[in-house]
T-cell receptor
Framework: SQKIEQNSEALNIQEGKTATLTCNYT??????LQWYRQDPGRGPVFLLL?????KEKRKERLKVTFDTTLKQSLFHITASQPADSATYLC??????????????FGQGTTLQVKP | DAGITQSPRHKVTETGTPVTLRCHQT?????MYWYRQDPGHGLRLIHY???????DKGEVSDGYSVSRSKTEDFLLTLESATSSQTSVYFC???????????FGSGTRLTVV
């Protein structure tokens, strides 16, 4: 079955540094991969989508890479701020040709940025 | 979240009773999804819809049913609630399958 692994332990970094979160997956070849942010008591918020033919995607201080050979995505937050503290979720589309957008999610990595 | 609302936000119910959760959207998006989120399991897909009256099962659909009679409403029913269905339930919408989701604020359901 499809499996997605994210850093299970919380990531603690100092303000201003770059945070790097990892998403590894097995037994699947997704057409695209998505990243979400979730704050306590709230629903996830969509951040970025990267397709299989894209190596890198950027949005402001966020950067995502997608290596289909390694079956891995890296999510970077540069110049991190305490407001970036949250849980970040990786998600893979498993709908194949039906394009129904069925996503499976990793369990998330909690990021804590200290001032 | 703008364009999608879930009701109720919190509910406590007794084992064996039926429960219906509602998801309402104003975005006219085709795709709607129900997920549950539990510690240690993350978000798991229960059911999804790709149009009015078009629904399909996700990975944890046992004990749940859904209906979508209008574009804007997607209902999740727990036919006979069990304690294992205590969870936070999220509804999500998407314009197209390959676009990001917009999630609702969630319903915290406790089955006692």
């Amino acid at each position: 079955s499809q499996k997605i692994e994210q850093n299970s332990e919380a990531l603690n970094i100092q303000e201003g540094k770059t945070a790097t979160l990892t998403c590894n997956y097995t037994n699947y070849s997704p057409a695209y991969l998505q990243w979400y942010r979730q704050d306590p008591g709230r629903g996830p918020v969509f951040l970025l989508l990267i397709r299989e033919n894209e190596k890198e995607k950027r949005k402001e201080r966020l950067k995502v890479t997608f290596d289909t050979t390694l079956k891995q995505s890296l999510f970077h937050i540069t110049a991190s701020q305490p407001a970036d503290s949250a849980t970040y979720l990786c998600a893979l589309d498993i709908s194949l040709s039906s394009n129904t957008g069925k996503l499976i999610f990793g369990q998330g990595t909690t990021l804590q940025v200290k001032p | 979240d703008a364009g999608i609302t879930q009701s109720p936000r919190h509910k406590v119910t007794e084992t064996g009773t039926p429960v219906t959760l509602r998801c309402h959207q104003t975005e006219n998006h085709r795709y709607m999804y129900w997920y549950r989120q539990d510690p240690g399991h993350g978000l798991r897909l229960i059911h999804y819809s790709y149009g009015v009256k078009d629904t399909d099962k996700g990975e944890v659909s046992d004990g749940y049913s859904v209906s979508r009679s209008k574009t804007e409403d997607f209902l999740l029913t727990l036919e006979s609630a069990t304690s294992s269905q205590t969870s936070v339930y999220f509804c999500a919408i998407s314009e197209r399958g390959s676009y990001g989701y917009t999630f609702g604020s969630g319903t915290r359901l406790t089955v006692v």
